[in-house]
């Protein structure tokens, strides 16, 4: 949900529900490395409520566009740490077989 200004959609407050601080942190993370924010923090309300607000605000552009953005940049971030870890798990694996053989690689 958006809690905000339509007058000036360069600053909003985002609320997010069954969230806590992983996804929270990642995004703001993600949010302070894109050039067009200018601050972006967030809070939970309380600790038994399961609700994360992130507040955005930006040099001009929709809040809600730079959100959108820093979260397909976090779901490729993701993509990238699952791919890199199976390579290695795989390549882990395919070592250990060999070393069970008795057989030295080349």
């Known amino acids: 949900m958006e809690h905000g ?4 959609q360069a600053q ?5 529900t069954d969230e806590d601080h992983t996804l929270a942190n990642s995004i703001r993370y993600i949010l302070n490395q894109d050039p067009r924010v ?3 923090g967030y809070s ?8 994360v607000n992130i507040r955005v605000q930006t040099t001009g552009d929709a809040a809600s566009e730079v959100l959108k953005d820093s979260c397909q940049d ?3 971030v993701c993509q990238h740490v699952t791919s890199t870890f199976d390579q290695a798990v795989m390549e882990f694996k395919n070592k250990q077989g ?9």
């Open 5 to 8: 200004s339509y007058q000036d």
């Open 12 to 16: 909003a407050t985002f609320s997010f």
């Open 38 to 40: 200018t601050f972006c």
């Open 44 to 51: 939970i309300p309380h600790p038994s409520d399961a609700r």
């Open 74 to 76: 976090l779901m490729l």
């Open 98 to 106: 060999i070393e069970s053989m008795n057989i030295t690689p080349k």
